[in-house]
């Protein structure tokens, strides 16, 4: 059996998250719908980590394994069955040791956020009407450094081995009309970047001091918490691997 990777990008507006669930369309489903018309032997599909429902990702990677050679065609037949809401950039083969999800060693999101009434923004960013203050913002951002168990940002009975992640990267950017939340590590929890931001806000809009963050870190309960943040926000920017 050879191993290979695709990867993609989707916009997940239209779907229920990555993962295959009954009864909603994923964007998992919808790809192992096309392999199976092109990969005769095909099982499973592997992916890199699981997006909630209305997420985006510029950056996704999967791997399935097959006995069928894929030649350049198969990445065209691919793209032409996929909606146009969904693309494949490449395909190629890897190691058999190589696994979409367990190997991957940083992963990074992006949180979009506008701060004027614009309609067509709205599928991509969320729009807050009180103005941040990005100084604080990255002040609080800061105690996200490091070692952590994040058990207050995620959901609740997700059966992982652990809650704890080692956060890179944390800090907030101005961007045209708006502001945009980047954030690094090596894992993240189900639900814990849209829990993070809904957390930072009340620093920013100066209801709470940055030192709030690490009180709620200590406390390892999540409706100590903000609120989880609006989904059409959140993009899978960036996946690593060791090589």
């Not at 990867?7 to 199976?36: C, M, R």
């Not at 009407?129 to 058990?151: A, C, M, P, W, Y």
């Amino acid at each position: 059996m050879k191993r290979y990777f695709l990867k993609l990008a989707y916009d997940g507006s239209n779907y229920s998250g990555w993962q295959i669930q009954p009864k909603v369309t994923t964007v998992q489903g919808t790809l192992e719908a096309a392999l199976k018309i092109l990969v005769k032997d095909f099982r499973a599909l592997i992916g890199c980590g699981r997006t909630d429902t209305g997420v985006h990702a510029k950056e996704y990677f999967a791997h399935f394994d097959t006995e069928l050679p894929l030649n350049e065609e198969f990445l065209y037949k691919l793209n032409a069955i996929l909606p146009l809401d969904i693309s494949v950039y490449e395909c190629y083969e890897v190691d058999k040791q190589r696994h979409a999800r367990f190997t991957a060693g940083y992963r990074e999101y992006q949180y979009f956020m506008h701060f004027k009434k614009i309609p067509f923004k709205n599928a991509y960013s969320v729009y807050h009407v009180k103005q941040l203050d990005i100084d604080r913002l990255n002040e609080g951002s800061k105690h996200l450094l490091g070692k952590h168990d994040f058990t207050s940002f995620s959901k609740s009975n997700t059966q992982v081995k652990t809650n704890i992640c080692r956060v890179q990267k944390a800090v907030w950017e101005p961007i045209d009309e708006g502001i945009v939340f980047t954030i690094g590590a090596n894992r993240f929890l189900r639900n814990m970047v849209r829990a993070i931001v809904g957390t930072l806000l009340p620093i920013g809009e100066g209801l709470e001091s940055p030192e709030y963050i690490l009180k709620v870190i200590e406390k390892k309960d999540r409706s100590s918490a903000g609120k989880s943040a609006h989904p059409q926000g959140l993009f899978l920017n960036r996946i690593i691997y060791p090589d």
